[in-house]
């Protein structure tokens, strides 16, 4: 058994518990912001199924510091002995810091080196230093691809990652048994973690070069998801999906912000109709996003603020 931790999305780490529980049966509770730590003996299972990491790494020693001198008398307890052959030092760094990444990868490598153990900077073994603000966590890596997807051959700019659309999945409530619209589908990630997820009533629509690229996708997934090009004669019936699920056009300053407003509000109007149960949105424009529910009285169920890089989203979900 071994303690392993995992980098999920801030504020969104109750979904990584509830995974790590479906998976392997198994507690585990936030760390810190974007990290969650668990107790396991089969790591090689949730691997193979985890949907809301995006790195996952052996626990050897947590801290607080104030300098890279303070990281580097720290890390003199841990017992490195399961270094066989070589290693290399690979640093994650949230915050702000008078030291990059690489100067604190040179650092460890450099004190791990002078203990006896040979630097390969092509090891497959790899000491994690993970640090958010003023704490340190150091591990030893086993994956920073989770978040990856074999399927996602055409990847949209506008889109976004996979982890974060299983996570609003998993906000909306999502069941295979639903009827997915996802109006705004870009390279058809939503649907296609829907999918993922036993999905089998599920409609994209959009542009036609993202359904293009969407289409591309989807036949990489071997997924059946029925796409849309936006001025196909489409009439869904009221009521007749369960759930929209969305990343929303933003309003940036290279848009055309009338369009986008124009676009919002039509969005507003067909899907308080169309939908059943819930509308699940992302998006960075939630002020004008609530102006728009309210206009067609949505009643908001949950809104959580999230920041990925420096990009900030709400996740919001309405009632028709």
């Known amino acids: 058994m ?20 479906e998976i392997l049966n198994a507690q585990a509770k936030k760390i810190l912001i974007g990290r969650v730590i668990f107790t396991a003996k089969n790591i090689a299972k949730f691997i193979k199924n985890t949907k809301s990491s995006d790195v996952a790494y052996i626990f050897l020693k947590k801290f607080k510091f104030i300098s890279q001198k303070d990281i580097i008398s720290k890390i003199k307890s841990i017992d490195f002995s399961f270094i066989k052959e070589d290693f290399v030092a690979r640093c994650s760094r949230a915050g702000n810091h008078d030291f990059t990444s690489v100067d604190i990868e040179k ?27 003023n704490d340190c966590i150091i591990g030893r890596l086993i994956s920073n691809k989770l978040g990856k997807r074999s399927y996602r051959i055409k990847i949209n700019s506008l889109s976004i990652t996979p982890v974060l659309a299983y996570s609003l999945l998993k906000i909306a409530k999502f069941r295979p048994t639903d009827s997915i619209l996802d109006p705004f589908c870009k390279d058809g990630v939503v649907l296609l973690e829907a999918f993922l997820l036993k999905g089998k009533e599920l409609y994209g629509i959009d542009d036609y070069n993202s359904i293009r690229n969407a289409k591309i996708n989807s036949a990489f997934a071997k997924a059946k998801i029925n796409f849309y090009v936006n001025d196909e004669n489409l009439n869904f019936k009221p009521k007749s999906i369960d759930k929209i699920i969305t990343n929303l056009p933003c309003i940036t300053k290279r848009s055309n912000e009338n369009l986008i407003k124009k676009i919002l509000d039509s969005f507003f109007k067909k899907s308080s109709l169309i939908a059943k149960y819930s509308i699940a949105l992302i998006t960075k424009n939630n002020k004008h996003v609530m102006s728009m529910a309210r206009k067609n009285k949505l009643k908001l169920i949950s809104s959580i603020k999230i920041a990925i890089g420096s990009q900030n989203y709400h996740i919001m979900v309405f009632k028709p």
């Open 2 to 21: 071994v303690d392993i931790i995992v980098k999920t999305i801030p504020n969104l780490e109750y979904i990584t518990v509830n995974e790590i529980k």
């Open 107 to 133: 650092k460890v490598g450099e004190f791990i080196f002078n203990n006896g153990y040979k630097v390969n900077l092509n090891s497959k073994e790899i000491i994690y230093i993970d640090i958010i603000n």
